[in-house]
């Protein structure tokens, strides 16, 4: 079974900021990249990673035409391009490697 069809079927626990691991018990919590690259050592020796196909989600930035300003958005958007795929290791990870997973 893949793991995109175990997270189907799985109880996942979707942790807000300041949410800590220790009190969940069943089912499994999925840890955004970026929230795992400021965990500390002893919370990371507690994960596993995935394997292929893996498990990724897709951000979207949407705005509403008439009352934004392009160029800020346009700015933003940049901005997170040059910043998040170098702190990343899926950025290079090829697409076949990757599946999006609806949660």
């Known amino acids: 079974m893949s793991i995109c069809s175990r997270l189907a ?6 942790l807000e900021e300041e949410n800590c691991l220790r009190d969940h018990f069943s089912g499994l919590t ?3 990249e970026l929230y795992y690259l400021y965990l500390p050592l002893d919370k990371k020796e507690k994960t596993i990673d995935f394997a292929a ?5 897709e951000v979207s930035l949407i ?9 800020h958005v346009n700015a ?11 702190l990343l290791e899926t950025a290079s990870f090829r697409n076949s490697d990757m599946q999006i997973v609806q949660i």
């Open 63 to 71: 705005y509403y035409r008439p009352y934004a300003k392009l160029r």
């Open 76 to 86: 933003l958007m940049e901005e997170i391009r040059r910043i998040i795929p170098s």
């Open 53 to 57: 196909p893996f498990p990724v989600r």
């Open 30 to 32: 999925l840890l955004p």
């Open 9 to 14: 079927s799985e109880k996942i626990w979707l």
